[in-house]
């Protein structure tokens, strides 16, 4: 009797809070897709894989052994296999974000504080690089200075001025850290920026009014108070830096110049699984390290947000002699490196033949024409092309999905996470959510192909299949959706809700009618900034594609490496196009700009 | 000669007016409270005083140094003027210790280390904040957050001390105790005050002087017992007092003296205004009263104003009390001593006499008149 009456009261709490339920779902879906696959990986590690006996002779697949990581770390190879590949990687984090930091803090004061002109246009322009695929400048970096030593045709500079560009100029660290700074600039720029206009102009006023002059404000009070910002600059751009892909093997692999994230991608092109698994574990672990100095060096105590005051109208500081020469730094670099790139790259895809800058060969063959066998191979233009077409239709199913599953999930977890705040449910739930941030996107797929891809468990085999695909996506990018859950789930006083409940609403009903209008506008924007990360990534399927799951990124990679330039090229713009709609369409929502 | 003198100051934002053609003087060793609703301009005033805004047009001159003139193109910069700010947000840097934010100040002023410290330790001593010196503003309340603002500001010694509704982000309680350290304060170091509010009871307990704003325009600078009681127009008469006074719309029936008037809503009971200036025969009047200047009785009295009692709010040790004149139904609220309403009763008959008031012209707005004033009161 006693026990029926208690389930009764249990299953009426479910009813009408269905948090708890919601959480352990959640925690369930969360073990199982994060802390398994990062599990396995770490014991695999440590077991000889299917390719074990080739190089250990009696070695058998699932044996103990720390073969892999000897191997990785001291042995014969571990020069050309870890300790190089990982000083190159750790070298260009470190470059890039030299170059990105300094440029996006100066353009992001610049815009803020300063009265240069034309701000709009400059705010909406430096963010391109961020909104269009990290490897966009570096593709078309390829079309000036690549040499045909290095295979398919010659870039601009050798086919216009007739110099052969030297390798380090058209491959390698040097164009890899310049375009990858470039597109990381704007994640200092947006931080930066917000932070500046949102500080307390009064802190400001305070040191003027106590006689300090504009350049010890800058330095005693401003700096200090933006530094956290800086160091959430710092953490974007040198963790993401340090798990980049696609710049790395565009302009790396011509030349053998390996990183850690490449050697990752041929390990398991390979199928030498433990050694990926080796690589992939101290890939996520240097990430994480990063996040955690820069907690440290920060402090706790210290940290603390700038909440703005009412009439915290920033008095522009006037530039004077300097105006002309900031809107020309601005321009040049727009031009340079914004515009430019994207012109370049359209350009490419209406030559004839590359190389060959003249009216004459200019032509919408590899757009709208049908097969020709003397140009790439007879691969028809792109939209004629029934491979490149159902890639484009993979694409786009592959990111609604994802998308659209993204945004439930991230709503749900939002929900879970703030009522039950407080609880360690709550904790873990935000934490575990978290964690596929930190495993970079070649690494995080190269996990989910060992575990899913053959049956396991009661989960069938997914290799081949576009839920595998779906089903990683979703879950490196659920970061993103539960942090917009989160922030607008705290938008949503609960007593909104209870005043519903008064009334009598189940928790379907207030879902609907209170909680889904009031966090629609989050909860678009956290759609559709999913579903044009989705659209661009290449790292994160690279591995996991196979012909039927042909996505456009994956086989734009292809192209290029078949130097199918131009369809190559197509591809890319048509990605910039549907990237750079959906991102105006977040805007015109008003949502916030995620990293 | 005055320590501040504004001179026909004019700041504009876009299409805003925000201060119009303002002049103010104020004396050395003076609190002047700048009050008036949100909007009014008291901020910008204040920004202008302390050069982090720049007027349009206008002088200021603080003692015989002048501080800003657009006519002769002077502009001394924040620093520069001998001035200390108190911001409603406090403005307490972050990232500095409660020390390091007091000590900032002075480490331009060429002080050696130990004098900074012996300084800064001094002042955290005088407003209770020993022990606080080595935290961060986020590790304080509201009120010690308050009074770090407040060192910071004092230590270096400025001439003019500037505030900016220093009080308002505090609860109620806190408010009155600091209200009554900021009041001690002026006192021990006696520097010339501007203190910005929207808060009368602050002005009325603070200031030697108050200045009263509206639409960027002062509309009335005197004392407190000035401005309470014998407002100069009719918005400065509705803004002050809580609740709000009595604005009993008349017309003059003989010009007197003594005048008398026949209300509009209640022409029947002609109504003596005990007062010794006549009023301009036939004119259009308000007659303003404050609640606690109408006295009741409970039977009929020559006169007084017949009406209902609608509610009686007991605060404790006074009751506000809200009638309705009868006939006309205009409302009209008295205040006093809680034992005294006690006896009135929901929809009560009762009778309401004007102890004393000021008669305003109905078009203009402006002071005609007073009654019922000791002719001392009235001659200040
Ligand atoms: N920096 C500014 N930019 C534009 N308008 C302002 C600025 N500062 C004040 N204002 C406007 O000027 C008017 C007076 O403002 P303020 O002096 O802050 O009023 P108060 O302090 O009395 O509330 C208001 O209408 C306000 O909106
Ligand atoms: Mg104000």
């Given at each position: 009797?006693?026990?029926?009456?208690?389930?009764?009261?249990?299953?009426?709490?479910?009813?009408?809070?269905?948090?708890?339920?919601?959480?352990?779902?959640?925690?369930?879906?969360?073990?199982?897709?994060?802390?398994?696959?990062?599990?396995?990986?770490?014991?695999?590690?440590?077991?000889?894989?299917?390719?074990?006996?080739?190089?250990?002779?009696?070695?058998?697949?699932?044996?103990?052994?720390?073969?892999?990581?000897?191997?990785?770390?001291?042995?014969?190879?571990?020069?050309?296999?870890?300790?190089?590949?990982?000083?190159?990687?750790?070298?260009?984090?470190?470059?890039?974000?030299?170059?990105?930091?300094?440029?996006?803090?100066?353009?992001?004061?610049?815009?803020?504080?300063?009265?240069?002109?034309?701000?709009?246009?400059?705010?909406?322009?430096?963010?391109?690089?961020?909104?269009?695929?990290?490897?966009?400048?570096?593709?078309?970096?390829?079309?000036?200075?690549?040499?045909?030593?290095?295979?398919?045709?010659?870039?601009?500079?050798?086919?216009?001025?007739?110099?052969?560009?030297?390798?380090?100029?058209?491959?390698?660290?040097?164009?890899?850290?310049?375009?990858?700074?470039?597109?990381?600039?704007?994640?200092?720029?947006?931080?930066?920026?917000?932070?500046?206009?949102?500080?307390?102009?009064?802190?400001?006023?305070?040191?003027?009014?106590?006689?300090?002059?504009?350049?010890?404000?800058?330095?005693?009070?401003?700096?200090?108070?933006?530094?956290?910002?800086?160091?959430?600059?710092?953490?974007?751009?040198?963790?993401?830096?340090?798990?980049?892909?696609?710049?790395?093997?565009?302009?790396?692999?011509?030349?053998?110049?390996?990183?850690?994230?490449?050697?990752?991608?041929?390990?398991?092109?390979?199928?030498?699984?433990?050694?990926?698994?080796?690589?992939?574990?101290?890939?996520?672990?240097?990430?994480?390290?990063?996040?955690?100095?820069?907690?440290?060096?920060?402090?706790?105590?210290?940290?603390?947000?700038?909440?703005?005051?009412?009439?915290?109208?920033?008095?522009?500081?006037?530039?004077?002699?300097?105006?002309?020469?900031?809107?020309?730094?601005?321009?040049?670099?727009?031009?340079?490196?914004?515009?430019?790139?994207?012109?370049?790259?359209?350009?490419?895809?209406?030559?004839?033949?590359?190389?060959?800058?003249?009216?004459?060969?200019?032509?919408?063959?590899?757009?709208?024409?049908?097969?020709?066998?003397?140009?790439?191979?007879?691969?028809?233009?792109?939209?004629?092309?029934?491979?490149?077409?159902?890639?484009?239709?993979?694409?786009?199913?592959?990111?609604?999905?994802?998308?659209?599953?993204?945004?439930?999930?991230?709503?749900?977890?939002?929900?879970?996470?703030?009522?039950?705040?407080?609880?360690?449910?709550?904790?873990?739930?935000?934490?575990?959510?978290?964690?596929?941030?930190?495993?970079?996107?070649?690494?995080?797929?190269?996990?989910?192909?060992?575990?899913?891809?053959?049956?396991?468990?009661?989960?069938?085999?997914?290799?081949?299949?576009?839920?595998?695909?779906?089903?990683?996506?979703?879950?490196?990018?659920?970061?993103?959706?539960?942090?917009?859950?989160?922030?607008?789930?705290?938008?949503?006083?609960?007593?909104?809700?209870?005043?519903?409940?008064?009334?009598?609403?189940?928790?379907?009903?207030?879902?609907?009618?209170?909680?889904?209008?009031?966090?629609?506008?989050?909860?678009?924007?956290?759609?559709?900034?999913?579903?044009?990360?989705?659209?661009?990534?290449?790292?994160?399927?690279?591995?996991?594609?196979?012909?039927?799951?042909?996505?456009?990124?994956?086989?734009?990679?292809?192209?290029?490496?078949?130097?199918?330039?131009?369809?190559?090229?197509?591809?890319?713009?048509?990605?910039?196009?549907?990237?750079?709609?959906?991102?105006?369409?977040?805007?015109?929502?008003?949502?916030?700009?995620?990293? | 000669?005055p320590i501040i003198?504004?001179?026909?100051?004019?700041?504009?934002?876009?299409?805003?007016?925000?201060?119009?053609?303002?002049d103010l003087e104020i004396a050395d060793g003076e609190f002047v409270t700048l009050l008036g609703?949100?909007?009014?301009?008291?901020?910008?005033?204040?920004?202008?005083?302390?050069?982090?805004?720049?007027?349009?047009?206008?002088?200021?001159?603080?003692?015989?140094?002048?501080?800003?003139?657009?006519?002769?193109?002077?502009?001394?910069?924040?620093?520069?003027?001998?001035?200390?700010?108190?911001?409603?947000?406090?403005?307490?840097?972050?990232?500095?210790?409660?020390?390091?934010?007091?000590?900032?100040?002075?480490?331009?002023?060429?002080?050696?280390?130990?004098?900074?410290?012996?300084?800064?330790?001094?002042?955290?001593?005088?407003?209770?904040?020993?022990?606080?010196?080595?935290?961060?503003?986020?590790?304080?309340?509201?009120?010690?957050?308050?009074?770090?603002?407040?060192?910071?500001?004092?230590?270096?010694?400025?001439?003019?001390?500037?505030?900016?509704?220093?009080?308002?982000?505090?609860?109620?309680?806190?408010?009155?105790?600091?209200?009554?350290?900021?009041k001690?304060?002026h006192g021990?170091?006696?520097?010339t005050t501007v203190y910005?509010t929207?808060?009368q009871l602050e002005a009325l307990t603070l200031s030697t002087r108050i200045a009263v704003m509206k639409?960027?325009v002062v509309q009335q600078m005197d004392t407190p017992q000035e401005v309470y009681h014998f407002p100069r127009n009719l918005f400065v008469a509705e803004f002050m007092g809580n609740?709000t006074a009595n604005f009993?719309?008349?017309?003059?029936?003989?010009?007197g003296p003594p005048p008398?008037?026949?209300?509009?809503?209640?022409?029947?009971?002609?109504?003596v205004l005990p007062s010794p200036t006549p009023l301009?025969?036939?004119?259009?009047v308000v007659i303003n009263v404050r609640p606690e200047d109408i006295g009741?009785?409970?039977?009929?009295?020559?006169?007084?104003?017949?009406?209902?009692?609608?509610?009686?709010?007991?605060?404790?040790?006074?009751?506000?009390?809200?009638?309705?004149?009868?006939?006309?139904?205009?409302?009209?609220?008295?205040k006093?001593?809680?034992?005294?309403?006690?006896?009135?009763?929901?929809?009560?008959?009762?009778?309401?006499?004007l102890k004393r008031g000021n008669v305003f012209d109905?078009?203009e707005g402006t002071l005609i008149s007073s009654f019922g004033f000791s002719s001392r009161e009235e001659d200040s």
């Amino acid at each position: 009797m006693n026990t029926r009456a208690w389930l009764r009261r249990r299953l009426l709490r479910l009813v009408r809070r269905p948090e708890r339920a919601w959480g352990l779902g959640l925690i369930l879906v969360l073990l199982v897709f994060v802390v398994i696959p990062l599990g396995y990986m770490a014991v695999h590690s440590f077991m000889f894989d299917s390719l074990g006996p080739r190089y250990v002779r009696g070695a058998v697949p699932g044996e103990l052994t720390t073969f892999y990581w000897q191997r990785v770390l001291t042995g014969g190879l571990a020069r050309s296999i870890f300790w190089q590949p990982f000083l190159n990687s750790l070298l260009i984090a470190i470059l890039m974000t030299a170059i990105a930091l300094p440029t996006g803090a100066l353009f992001a004061w610049l815009v803020a504080r300063t009265d240069v002109p034309f701000k709009g246009f400059f705010s909406a322009a430096l963010i391109v690089p961020y909104i269009v695929p990290s490897w966009t400048v570096g593709l078309a970096w390829l079309t000036v200075f690549k040499s045909p030593r290095f295979g398919g045709q010659p870039g601009l500079l050798y086919a216009v001025l007739g110099i052969d560009p030297p390798a380090w100029l058209g491959y390698g660290l040097l164009p890899i850290v310049i375009s990858l700074g470039i597109h990381y600039v704007p994640y200092t720029f947006i931080l930066l920026r917000g932070a500046l206009t949102t500080i307390d102009a009064q802190l400001e006023e305070s040191a003027e009014i106590l006689g300090s002059k504009r350049w010890e404000i800058l330095r005693k009070i401003t700096f200090p108070l933006v530094l956290p910002a800086l160091g959430s600059a710092f953490v974007l751009t040198f963790g993401k830096g340090l798990g980049e892909f696609g710049t790395q093997a565009f302009l790396g692999l011509p030349i053998r110049y390996y990183t850690l994230s490449t050697r990752v991608y041929a390990a398991f092109q390979n199928r030498q699984q433990a050694e990926g698994y080796v690589l992939t574990l101290i890939l996520i672990l240097v990430t994480t390290l990063t996040v955690f100095a820069n907690q440290k060096l920060i402090g706790a105590r210290k940290r603390y947000t700038t909440i703005s005051g009412k009439g915290a109208y920033h008095r522009v500081t006037k530039l004077g002699r300097w105006r002309r020469p900031a809107t020309a730094l601005l321009g040049a670099f727009i031009l340079l490196f914004v515009a430019g790139p994207l012109g370049l790259i359209t350009l490419e895809t209406v030559m004839r033949y590359e190389g060959q800058y003249a009216l004459s060969n200019l032509t919408l063959h590899y757009w709208i024409g049908a097969g020709d066998p003397m140009l790439a191979e007879g691969q028809p233009g792109i939209f004629r092309s029934s491979f490149i077409l159902g890639a484009i239709g993979n694409s786009l199913q592959l990111a609604v999905i994802t998308a659209l599953v993204c945004g439930v999930l991230g709503i749900m977890l939002g929900y879970v996470v703030v009522r039950m705040r407080g609880t360690v449910l709550s904790r873990s739930i935000e934490f575990l959510s978290f964690t596929p941030y930190m495993i970079p996107g070649i690494a995080f797929g190269g996990i989910y192909l060992s575990l899913f891809a053959r049956s396991w468990g009661p989960l069938p085999a997914l290799y081949g299949t576009l839920t595998l695909l779906v089903l990683t996506c979703t879950m490196k990018y659920l970061p993103f959706a539960s942090s917009s859950g989160v922030a607008a789930m705290h938008q949503i006083d609960p007593s909104l809700e209870e005043a519903a409940e008064l009334h009598g609403a189940r928790w379907g009903r207030r879902f609907v009618r209170i909680l889904a209008p009031l966090a629609k506008s989050g909860f678009l924007s956290a759609v559709l900034l999913t579903l044009i990360t989705t659209m661009r990534t290449l790292d994160l399927i690279v591995l996991l594609v196979t012909p039927q799951t042909r996505t456009m990124t994956s086989i734009l990679f292809r192209f290029q490496q078949q130097s199918f330039t131009q369809h190559a090229y197509g591809i890319m713009l048509l990605i910039v196009i549907i990237t750079l709609i959906g991102h105006f369409a977040v805007r015109r929502l008003g949502g916030k700009i995620e990293f | 000669m005055p320590i501040i003198a504004i001179r026909n100051m004019t700041k504009r934002f876009g299409q805003t007016v925000a201060v119009r053609e303002l002049d103010l003087e104020i004396a050395d060793g003076e609190f002047v409270t700048l009050l008036g609703p949100s909007g009014c301009g008291k901020t910008t005033t204040l920004r202008c005083l302390s050069g982090l805004e720049e007027p349009d047009t206008g002088e200021i001159h603080f003692g015989d140094r002048c501080v800003f003139s657009s006519a002769r193109g002077v502009v001394v910069p924040p620093g520069g003027r001998g001035i200390g700010l108190v911001f409603q947000h406090y403005a307490l840097w972050p990232h500095m210790t409660v020390f390091q934010n007091v000590a900032f100040g002075l480490r331009k002023k060429g002080l050696t280390r130990s004098e900074i410290r012996t300084r800064v330790r001094s002042t955290l001593g005088v407003l209770g904040l020993d022990e606080h010196e080595g935290r961060y503003p986020s590790e304080l309340s509201g009120g010690q957050q308050q009074r770090v603002a407040l060192a910071r500001m004092i230590v270096t010694q400025p001439e003019i001390l500037l505030f900016d509704e220093p009080l308002s982000n505090l609860d109620a309680k806190l408010r009155m105790t600091l209200r009554a350290e900021l009041k001690r304060l002026h006192g021990e170091i006696g520097a010339t005050t501007v203190y910005v509010t929207h808060d009368q009871l602050e002005a009325l307990t603070l200031s030697t002087r108050i200045a009263v704003m509206k639409d960027g325009v002062v509309q009335q600078m005197d004392t407190p017992q000035e401005v309470y009681h014998f407002p100069r127009n009719l918005f400065v008469a509705e803004f002050m007092g809580n609740p709000t006074a009595n604005f009993l719309p008349a017309t003059v029936t003989s010009a007197g003296p003594p005048p008398t008037v026949a209300l509009q809503w209640n022409p029947d009971v002609p109504l003596v205004l005990p007062s010794p200036t006549p009023l301009p025969e036939s004119a259009e009047v308000v007659i303003n009263v404050r609640p606690e200047d109408i006295g009741f009785s409970v039977t009929p009295q020559s006169g007084y104003l017949p009406a209902t009692v609608y509610a009686t709010l007991p605060t404790g040790a006074e009751c506000i009390t809200y009638g309705r004149l009868t006939p006309g139904g205009q409302e009209v609220v008295l205040k006093g001593p809680e034992e005294e309403h006690a006896c009135l009763g929901l929809n009560q008959p009762f009778w309401l006499g004007l102890k004393r008031g000021n008669v305003f012209d109905a078009r203009e707005g402006t002071l005609i008149s007073s009654f019922g004033f000791s002719s001392r009161e009235e001659d200040s």
